[in-house]
């Protein structure tokens, strides 16, 4: 579904990613894991359109996106849930989502009712500023922010990161249910390392902006993964 080619992308004079080729399927979770600075968060914004990349190409269903910035890809399916979720602190739960629309036509511009299926607490706090939400809120509310656009491809940089347990373990079901509908890939950079693999079907590691191992879950050989993501 998507298909990333030897993607390279600089800032300034440093090169971040050198080569990175990747695929994700519709129905599937593909986790991007590695230790810190490796161009994990590089690889999400170039594909989301955040930061322009210097060589090779981005393709979805096989139509190539050219250089997309943030709207051409969010108006082609591709939705990200940045690391630090970026929620707007004085705008309402509603407000929040509503900042989805933005990307699609006049006749789509409604909140699904499976949003709050998905995150029942958005519903109780739809009125509440995004800002007096706890991290965990925060975080499904920036997944649901995301989901509103109705993507193809959903792009997850950390969603674990500082989240408390019985919301991470509320997470892992948002992403099996999106998952097994089979209407979206979703391309999940995360270092929790047993979510990553209890929540994937393929995995890619990066080291130094390259990947250096790769594998389906059909054949994960997990200590030697769990070596590859490690110091």
Excluded: W
Excluded at 46 to 72: E, K, V, Y
Excluded at 85 to 98: A, G, K, M, S
């Amino acid at each position: 579904m998507l298909e990333v080619r030897d993607l390279t992308l600089r800032y300034g004079q440093s090169q971040i990613l050198h080569g990175v080729s990747l695929v994700t399927r519709r129905g599937e979770v593909t986790a991007v894991m590695g230790t810190n600075g490796v161009g994990k968060t590089s690889l999400l914004k170039a594909i989301a359109g955040r930061h322009p990349f210097a060589g090779g190409s981005i393709a979805l269903d096989g139509r190539d996106l050219g250089r997309p910035n943030a709207f051409t890809a969010a108006k082609a399916g591709i939705a990200y849930v940045p690391q630090g979720r970026e929620i707007f602190p004085l705008l309402t739960v509603t407000e929040n989502l509503e900042t989805g629309f933005a990307c699609l036509g006049r006749s789509e511009r409604s909140v699904p009712g499976r949003i709050f299926e998905l995150f029942p607490v958005l519903r109780e706090m739809k009125d509440r500023r995004g800002g007096d939400l706890s991290g965990g809120q925060q975080q499904q509310l920036a997944i649901a922010r995301a989901l509103v656009t109705r993507p193809r491809v959903l792009l997850l940089d950390e969603p674990t990161e500082g989240i408390q347990p019985n919301i991470i373990k509320q997470i892992g079901k948002v992403i099996a249910f999106l998952r097994d509908e089979g209407q979206m890939s979703i391309l999940l950079v995360e270092q929790y390392f047993d979510f990553a693999v209890g929540h994937a079907d393929s995995f890619v590691v990066m080291t130094r902006g390259e990947v250096s191992y790769r594998c389906e879950k059909a054949t994960l050989d997990r200590d030697r993964l769990l070596a590859s993501v490690s110091i």
